[in-house]
């Protein structure tokens, strides 16, 4: 099906390919069908700005965007990062 | 000697608003009178594949018009590009999208060769999008091809998509053919039972297949759930039920 969920969120971030950085400020985060990972469906974030071919994707099936939620949050939570914050 | 000559290019529309869009034309050659097909694109976008659709419709002898849907949400972008441009906009306006139709209707029928008669088919939310066109726009013929979220519920409606299509059904005025995969959650065959009894009770003209192995999207050649039988046969359904309606303008 086509969800057409999506959340966008404010990012202060650079993101990096083909030996070229992107400044990004939003990400925007979505469930859907995706463009190229063999999955239905997928969990797409766009890392992007107004210029729209200033773009950097990712697509992840749910299991794999699960482990990196939960990757990211364990990581915020360190107590050794959270002293650096 | 096959007589499969055409002309396929992209060009530009005008669609909902007066806006310019980008559409690919993929039309017959040297074959006289032809009709015309509306190619409503998939959710992932105005990609290859959906270019490769109008060109087969080109070698059956029609006109195939397909609009850029996401093209006003980043002109000049790749189509990968505008994609995620409409994604962040929350989607296509179901209004935006009928203007778009239209442009491509209009086009059709201005070309030297049109036959008069107009088809839409529709895959993926295009199939959505090709119900809604079957009930409020002047077409011939309509093909819904797995169309998600044409059956929803009134907590699901949003202001890009305000209605649920199976309630405009009052006002189809076109034979449907539907095309759906019985491994799909949305439409998943409730859905399809609640439309075709929809149909039925207003006494609408229309065609349905079901296909027990497919899910969505089997006819994408490019995605995951291809499933080569149900397209063949498919197709075999739509070459049908075009030449019966399409045909003689």
Known sequence: ?85 | MTDDAMRASTISIKGSGGDEIEAYLAAPVGRGKVSGVVVIHHMPGYDRETKEICRTFAVRGYAALCPNLFHRYAPGAKWNDAAAAAREAGGVLDDQMLGDVQGAIDHLRSLPDAAGKIGVIGYCSGGRQTYIVACSLGVDAAVDCYGGGVVVSQDQLTPERPVAPIDLTPKLSCPVLGLFGGQDRNPSPDHVAKLEEELQRHGKSYEFHSYPDAGHGFFSVDYPNYHRDSARDGWKHIWNFYGEHLAGA
């Open chain 1, 1 to 85: 099906m086509c969800t057409y969920l999506t959340q966008t969120v404010a990012v202060t971030a650079s993101g990096y390919s083909n030996d070229e950085w992107l400044d990004v400020d939003r990400a925007v985060v979505s469930f859907d069908h995706p463009e190229r990972t063999p999955f239905e469906h997928a969990l797409r974030i766009d890392l992007r700005t107004d210029d729209p071919a200033r773009r950097m994707a990712i697509e992840l099936d749910a299991s794999s965007a699960r482990r990196l939620a939960d990757a990211i949050i364990s990581m915020l939570d360190n107590e050794e990062v959270l002293a650096l914050r």
